[in-house]
């Protein structure tokens, strides 16, 4: 089966932020999933470049728009590396190979009769790049940047979205995962039903965009330009291997203020494209900053590099998908994220972890054999396959706190059986070797189960307990089936530095 996901293509007029980074990693960890239930993934990212506010910037730094954005590209590529994302793709909407998709799919909408000449008036706000209704201002300014926007009167092409407000609800109505959360989907069948304004696709020109066809001095505007990323990178409009393969999309993720231009307008286009509709439009939450007492040394606290550089990739990873149900808006606190390292963490997984292979060592010299068919002594082997079910059906359904939340059980059942057994004692009784034999080799397999359920949030941290659970299969290759089958007869641990070291606060806070 093969799994198409993208992630919104960023304005590279700033670094990225750890708001942004989070779709990055939210979106990575459900490509790695997938992954590991052995899907043939392609993930794509990338950046939408043909932004006024990028041309604005660019000439401030006084750079030409392209090799403003070829700076950038490097800034955003290098920025995902430091947070463990890997995509398939990097699409740049300043390519060649986009250029011709946005051609193709304005040609298409127009052959449909779906485009026209009009004039636009309207409140505009510069930094949306949208027009906006004056029922949804708020106090009169953009409910996002809060700023006031301005009148603002063009001619344009216009593409006839008011006449694909049935066709929407039916969409919505036959596929109820088509909008995800559920609370996003309510909110745009009222939109809908309160009925859908014509929207302009084209505005005057600077130079910095593609040409609308057959509109000279007019250039594409942001939904047939951006939105057509998703079928550029597959080689659209050419029938490639890559199109065949993966349109239609499984999921696009994308921020919550722009679910409504990817789950009303992003169909339309393609329903007059006559192309196939991606299967569901998942609507996060945004990532909401309280600095709170972090300290100012650190550097720019809000920076993805900076906050892996001092927390750890896959400490942030965990962090900002762990904390809350994933659909929902987040405050990104530093105690809180010190606060869960420590205790999940470091804790929890990181002391399972180092106390286990130090038993293994001391009692065992670091070699385990499987115990005979039967029952377990501890019950792990029974919980971890409980917990590899509900493991799956939470990321199934895009529920990567709930996917952490599974395995987390598997940790405590774990740290349970080691308090309950209590294998130090087992040691010093000749007649429970056997039993002691089980307890540790049990612990161990947990551990491996642990280090495949936690590797599409943390990757980088799977491979080190790989490596001190003598597991030589590379992640690349780990499968959740396999994984059911493959206890190992035996297994050789080599314990070594902790996967979670403590953190403390002091080093990290001013004080209160
Ligand atoms: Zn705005």
């Known amino acids: 089966m093969s799994f198409y996901i993208t992630c919104a293509i960023d304005y590279p007029n700033s670094r990225p932020h750890v708001g942004t980074a989070y779709e990055k990693i939210s979106a990575d960890t459900i490509a790695r999933y997938k992954r590991l239930a052995g899907e043939d993934v392609f993930f794509l990212m990338g950046l939408d470049e043909h932004s006024q506010n990028v041309e604005k910037r660019a000439h401030e730094e006084g750079l030409e728009p392209a090799a403003f954005c070829d700076r950038?590209?490097?800034?955003?590529?290098?920025?995902?590396?430091?947070?463990?994302?890997?995509?398939?793709?990097?699409?740049?909407?300043?390519?060649?190979?986009?250029?011709?998709?946005?051609?193709?799919?304005?040609?298409?909408?127009?052959?449909?009769?779906?485009?026209?000449?009009?004039?636009?008036?309207?409140?505009?706000?510069?930094?949306?790049?949208?027009?906006?209704?004056?029922?949804?201002?708020?106090?009169?300014?953009?409910?996002?940047?809060?700023?006031?926007?301005?009148?603002?009167?063009?001619?344009?092409?216009f593409f006839r979205l008011s006449s694909y407000g049935d066709k929407l609800k039916a969409l919505y109505e036959e596929h109820p995962e088509f909008v995800q959360p559920a609370t996003r989907r309510n909110e745009l069948l009222a939109l809908i039903d309160e009925g859908l304004e014509d929207?302009?696709?084209?505005?005057?020109?600077?130079?910095?965009?593609?040409?609308?066809?057959?509109?000279?001095?007019?250039?594409?505007?942001?939904?047939?330009?951006?939105?057509?990323?998703?079928?550029?990178?597959?080689?659209?409009?050419d029938d490639t291997d890559r199109y065949?393969?993966?349109?239609?999309?499984?999921?696009?993720?994308?921020?919550?203020?722009?679910?409504?231009?990817?789950?009303?307008?992003?169909?339309?286009?393609?329903?007059?494209?006559?192309?196939?509709?991606?299967?569901?439009?998942f609507?996060?939450?945004?990532?909401?900053?309280?600095?709170?007492?972090?300290?100012?040394?650190?550097?720019?606290?809000?920076?993805?590099?900076?906050v892996a550089e001092q927390f750890g990739a896959d400490s942030l990873r965990y962090f900002l998908l762990r904390e809350v149900r994933f659909g929902r808006d987040m405050e990104f606190d530093y105690e809180r994220l010190i606060g869960r390292i420590n205790a999940d963490l470091a804790n929890d997984l990181g002391n399972l972890f180092q106390r286990t292979?130090?038993?293994?060592?001391?009692?065992?010299?670091?070699?385990?054999?499987?115990?005979?068919?039967?029952?377990?002594?501890?019950?792990?082997?029974?919980?971890?396959?409980?917990?590899?079910?509900?493991?799956?059906?939470?990321?199934?359904?895009?529920?990567?706190?709930g996917g952490?939340?599974?395995?987390?059980?598997?940790?405590?059942?774990?740290?349970?059986?080691?308090?309950g057994h209590k294998p130090w004692e087992l040691a010093r009784e000749d007649d429970r070797t056997a039993e002691l034999d089980s307890v540790l080799y049990e612990l161990v397999e947990a551990l491996r189960y642990l280090m495949v359920l936690v590797s599409p949030t943390m990757p980088e941290k799977a491979r080190a307990m790989a490596g001190q659970l003598g597991w030589s299969l590379p992640s690349e290759e780990w499968m959740?089936?396999?994984?059911?089958?493959?206890?190992?007869?035996?297994?050789?641990?080599?314990?070594?530095?902790?996967?979670?070291?403590?953190?403390?606060?002091?080093?990290?806070?001013?004080?209160?």
């Open 72 to 157: 950038m590209e490097g800034v955003f590529r290098e920025a995902w590396k430091s947070v463990n994302v890997e995509y398939d793709d990097f699409i740049r909407t300043t390519e060649e190979r986009h250029h011709r998709a946005v051609v193709a799919m304005v040609e298409r909408a127009n052959a449909s009769g779906d485009l026209y000449e009009g004039s636009y008036k309207g409140l505009y706000c510069v930094s949306c790049e949208a027009y906006y209704l004056e029922r949804d201002l708020e106090d009169g300014l953009c409910p996002i940047h809060k700023k006031e926007p301005a009148w603002r009167e063009e001619d344009n092409v």
């Open 199 to 237: 929207v302009s696709v084209s505005r005057a020109s600077s130079g910095w965009g593609v040409p609308m066809p057959g509109h000279s001095g007019q250039a594409v505007y942001v939904w047939f330009d951006a939105l057509t990323n998703y079928l550029s990178a597959l080689g659209f409009p």
């Open 244 to 281: 065949q393969r993966y349109w239609p999309a499984d999921v696009h993720l994308v921020g919550k203020d722009i679910t409504r231009f990817h789950a009303v307008i992003w169909p339309a286009m393609l329903m007059s494209a006559g192309l196939p509709l991606p299967a569901t439009i």
């Open 283 to 306: 609507g996060h939450g945004w990532v909401l900053t309280a600095e709170g007492r972090m300290s100012k040394s650190m550097g720019n606290v809000m920076d993805p590099m900076v």
């Open 357 to 401: 292979l130090t038993m293994a060592k001391k009692y065992r010299d670091g070699v385990l054999a499987a115990p005979g068919a039967g029952a377990s002594v501890t019950g792990l082997p029974e919980k971890a396959r409980e917990v590899v079910d509900t493991y799956r059906e939470a990321m199934d359904r895009y529920d990567l706190q």
């Open 404 to 419: 952490l939340v599974a395995a987390w059980e598997l940790v405590s059942a774990a740290n349970l059986a080691i308090d």
């Open 480 to 512: 959740l089936d396999s994984l059911l089958e493959s206890a190992p007869e035996s297994v050789q641990v080599n314990p070594g530095d902790p996967l979670f070291p403590r953190l403390d606060p002091d080093d990290f806070l001013d004080p209160a």
